[in-house]
């Protein structure tokens, strides 16, 4: 009886025992359960996609932002903003196509790329003509640190969010953001497009002719210190033209007289003047650049006659014959020294005109951007 009763308790011990790992079990279950459904609706959200998107950028992965993003339809979206704005950019047949396909390599070629090289310091005097002459790199360097560093997201509606990133871009002076539509399919959250991307290109079309307007102010600057220069070494005293006929008035010999003096300690070997002819009533007739070569030392006198013989019926000798009595201005354009240094006026672009080039119906600011030039064939 007794080893009876010792059974009869063992088994009541062990139902209790077994109701315990019964309700521990279904509570472990059901806690499983909810924190899994959490983690389910947690990985739904935008949040969770942005986190995503993260990470594959930490360091880009092409294939996973590939699943993430709409590269094609966000390509497209661009190029159409690119054409509003660049309309002369890759003009031709298949134009939007193809600015989509560059789009597309551009920013795989930044995604591949690894963090940007260190930059070497540069002397302050010629640091921003040497930073304004660059080449023009539309996508930063670090286009994929910035994404990372300023990435937001607030939600837009059910199934929509915006995400947000600020790209600064040391060459324009310019931060641009750009926001990106996200929307919810059933295999996840994508990226479908730029949302302001209308905006964004034309804030960068204002930006890229700000860039050239203060290279053009560079220019200016740079050409004054030069010509003061030149005029503290070597003053121009006088300038006189004059024209007349010749050989039974077949020929018309205008003659340019230019008087200087060296007023510095270095003799100077090699000039250059921009000589504007004027008439009687001060309109410009003529403009030449006239050279010569010859030492003046400290103290001498540059002292130089250039002369032109021209057909008398000519359209410019008829000008001249006009405009008598002729008037002269001078400017040094280019002087060198014996020291080897050459001081120069150089030629100052101008963003306003309109591009030389063939078929570039746009501002010469956009002309010479390497990016927006014809391919070599």
């Known amino acids: 009886m007794k080893i009876f009763k010792q059974f009869l308790d063992m088994l009541q011990k062990r139902k209790w025992l077994a109701i315990v790992l019964g309700i521990t079990v279904v509570c472990a279950l059901c806690a499983g359960g909810y924190f899994g459904w959490q983690e389910y609706q947690r990985r739904q959200t935008s949040q969770f996609a942005m986190e995503k998107l993260r990470e594959a950028l930490s360091p880009p992965n092409p294939r996973e932002l590939a699943a993430m993003v709409d590269f094609h339809s966000l390509a497209n979206e661009l190029a159409k903003a690119i054409v509003r704005h660049f309309s002369f950019y890759m003009q031709g047949d298949d134009q939007e196509r193809n600015i989509s396909r560059m789009l597309?390599?551009?920013?795989?070629?930044?995604?591949?790329?690894?963090?940007?090289?260190?930059?070497?310091?540069?002397?302050e005097e010629t640091s921003e003509v040497k930073a304004l002459q660059e080449d023009l790199q539309i996508l930063p360097t670090n286009f994929v640190e910035q994404m990372l560093n300023t990435m937001t997201l607030r939600e837009n509606g059910p199934g929509a969010a915006l995400l947000s990133v600020k790209i600064e871009n040391s060459q324009l002076k310019k931060t641009f953001?750009?926001?990106?539509?996200?929307?919810?399919?059933?295999?996840?959250?994508?990226?479908?497009?730029?949302?302001?991307?209308?905006?964004?290109?034309?804030?960068?079309?204002?930006?890229?002719?700000a860039r050239h307007n203060r290279l053009r102010e560079v220019y200016l600057e740079k050409n004054a210190n030069t010509a003061k220069k030149m005029n503290e070494l070597l003053p121009i005293l006088s300038c006189s033209a004059d024209a007349g006929l010749i050989g039974n008035g077949k020929f018309l010999v205008?003659?340019?007289?230019?008087?200087?003096?060296?007023?510095?300690?270095?003799?100077?070997?090699?000039?250059?003047?921009?000589?504007?002819i004027l008439g009687k009533d001060g309109s410009e007739?003529?403009?030449?650049?006239?050279?010569?070569?010859?030492?003046?030392?400290?103290?001498?006198?540059?002292?130089?006659?250039?002369?032109?013989?021209?057909?008398?019926?000519?359209?410019?000798?008829?000008?001249?014959?006009?405009?008598?009595?002729?008037?002269?201005r001078a400017s040094w354009q280019t002087l060198g020294l014996n020291n080897r240094q050459v001081w120069h006026i150089e030629e100052v672009p101008n963003p306003d005109r309109i591009c030389p080039l063939e078929g570039h119906d746009h501002p010469e600011g956009f002309c010479f951007t390497p990016v927006f030039l014809p391919e070599k064939k």
């Open 254 to 276: 205008m003659t340019v007289h230019v008087l200087a003096r060296n007023k510095g300690n270095i003799q100077v070997n090699n000039f250059s003047a921009d000589i504007r």
């Open 104 to 123: 597309q390599t551009a920013l795989l070629r930044r995604f591949r790329e690894g963090p940007p090289p260190s930059k070497t310091p540069v002397n």
């Open 177 to 209: 953001t750009l926001i990106f539509n996200m929307q919810k399919t059933p295999d996840g959250w994508i990226i479908r497009n730029i949302a302001n991307s209308n905006e964004v290109a034309g804030q960068m079309a204002e930006a890229m002719l």
């Open 285 to 328: 007739i003529e403009q030449r650049f006239l050279n010569t070569a010859k030492p003046v030392g400290p103290g001498e006198d540059f002292n130089h006659r250039w002369a032109f013989e021209l057909d008398s019926q000519a359209p410019l000798a008829q000008k001249l014959l006009m405009g008598i009595p002729l008037q002269c």
